[in-house]
Structure formats: C-alpha cells, structure tokens
C-alpha cells in the first residue's frame, strides 16, 4: 500500500462522504460505512485483488489504520452487490466533478467480458439467458460473456458505460445508451464521438444528430474517404490504452462473477477505480 493509494483513498472517502452522504438503512446503521465501503472496493481493483477472501486477508493484516473493521467474505459480498447503484453514482459523481465532464469529444469502444472458459460452466451458469457467445476480432477468439461499452473522454474518463450480449449490434446498444441518459448529452453543445467500422450506418448516424452528436470514424472499403479520418490512427490508440488499463492493470477479464449482481458490481468496481485515480491524479498535477 504506498501513500499514493492511501492519499487517493483518503480524498476519495471524503468525496463520497460530502457529496453523497445521507442515509440508506432504516434502523441501525452497518458499522462499516457506504462511503468506506466504496473506498474498500475501490482499494481491492487497485491492488490487483480478485478473489475477495484473500483480500480480506490481505486487508485486516496491512490495511487496519484505512479501515478499522471488515465484514466477513459473505457480508462483504452481499454489501458489495446491494451498492451497485451507489457505486454507479459515485463514477458519475467522479467524473461530473472533473474537468474532463465538460469535454466535447468522446471515445466509444466496446471490449469482451469473459464470464466462463468451458461448456458445462455456460450450462449451469446463473448467467444464462444474459451473456452469450462472441467474437474478439482483436485477438481472434470465440468467447461467453458480455461486452462491455465505453464511452469516455480522451483522459479516459467514463462519461456512460453498460453491458450487453455479444449478440446485440453495436448500434443498438449504443442508441439505448444515449437514450436512457439523453440528459448527459443535454449538457453538452455538440460532441464530437470518434469510433471504429462497426458504428457505421446512415440511420444511425442520423439518430447521433439528432442528438448533437458528429460521428468520426474510419471509412469502409466500399466508400469514399471521410473527413478527418487521418486523425484517427492517433486518437483511437487513447480508447485502446483505456481497455488495456481496465484489463491489465484492473483484470477485467479475471472479475469472478457468477451471477448478474456479481458481474455487474466487479464491473463497475473496476471503472470507478479507474476514474477514480484519473480523478485523483489531475487534482493533485500528478
């Protein structure tokens, strides 16, 4: 744990606890606070932990002075997963108090979520019905899982995110993404969104108007080149940087889950630690 972490940690509790305090539980209060525990969470993606018993392990041996007490395996599991709507509100809390939020140029990406390597997990999986079978051209694979969608300033900071069957278009997800948070990009005087091949379509560069959005991506084979195409070969290297730190760095790929919750917590556990330390690093000029 260097005082990096532990200063990022700290910022990052007082944060939450400014901005988003109020209670969620009737009754007693948990003695492990929602603020601590998204500073738990977040510390666990850092670290590089991905099995929780271990790093409750880890935690009650070096990280007693951060964090006095800690639930058992199975009562952190439990909080963990009921807090995903407040850890989706603290990556957004995160990212509206930054510079970056006001960004007119966006970056969209999706990227596989492996959720299981053989035929019997996929039969007995309780993601049944919800992942489904892909394909990663980037690395020519077949996979089961989900794909997780991006859309992040140049920073690489989040501004949406979601996570969808393999199956469904590219297009489709995207155009639902822009739909359920039509306010984001209310907020914004016209974005330009870059993108790959796979985003291409005359109707759905129609509905992106509709929505102040321009469309930068590169041209297919069987169409003329398009205006400001040669910028992309530098601007897409920033979205795929971003995947490489979600999977590197933050073992995306290696999350755990077996059920719906737990995907989509150890998902978005992860993108909050990566705006998190983007939004720690540009306060502090780091």
């Not at 700290?10 to 929602?34: F, H, N, Q």
């Not at 035929?119 to 690395?139: D, F, I, M, N, Q």
Request: aromatic share 8%; with cysteine.
């Amino acid at each position: 744990m260097t005082n990096d972490i532990e200063t990022l940690l700290t910022a990052l509790y007082v944060k939450i606890d400014d901005e988003l305090s109020g209670p969620r539980w009737t009754g007693r209060p948990p003695v492990l606070t929602d603020s601590e525990l998204v500073c738990v969470a977040v510390a666990q993606a850092l670290l590089g932990f991905t099995s929780e018993a271990h790093w409750l392990r880890y935690s009650r041996k070096h990280l007693t002075g951060l964090f006095p007490y800690l639930p058992q395996q199975s009562g952190y599991n439990k909080r963990l997963r009921a807090a995903l709507g407040l850890v989706k509100r603290v990556i957004r809390m995160i990212a509206r108090s930054s510079d970056f939020w006001l960004d007119d140029c966006w970056i969209v990406d999706s990227t596989p979520v492996p959720c299981g390597m053989s035929r019997p997990t996929v039969k007995r999986s309780e993601l049944a019905g919800w992942a489904g079978y892909g394909y990663c051209a980037s690395h020519s694979r077949f996979y089961w899982g989900l794909k997780l969608y991006l859309v992040c300033a140049p920073s690489g900071m989040p501004i949406l995110w979601a996570l969808a069957d393999p199956k469904i278009g590219e297009r489709e997800v995207l155009a639902a993404m822009l739909e359920v948070d039509a306010g984001v990009t209310a907020e914004h005087d016209g974005i330009l969104l870059i993108c790959d091949k796979g985003f291409a379509g005359r109707d759905f560069e129609t509905l992106l108007g509709a929505y102040g959005i321009t469309m930068l991506r590169p041209s297919r084979k069987d169409e003329k080149a398009r205006y400001g195409e040669p910028m992309l070969k530098k601007v897409r290297q920033l979205i795929e940087s971003v995947n490489d730190t979600l999977k590197g760095q933050l073992d995306l790929e290696t999350h755990g889950g077996r059920s719906f919750a737990g995907v989509a917590i150890r998902v978005a556990q992860r993108i909050l630690a990566m705006a998190a330390a983007i939004w720690h690093n540009h306060t502090t000029n780091a």
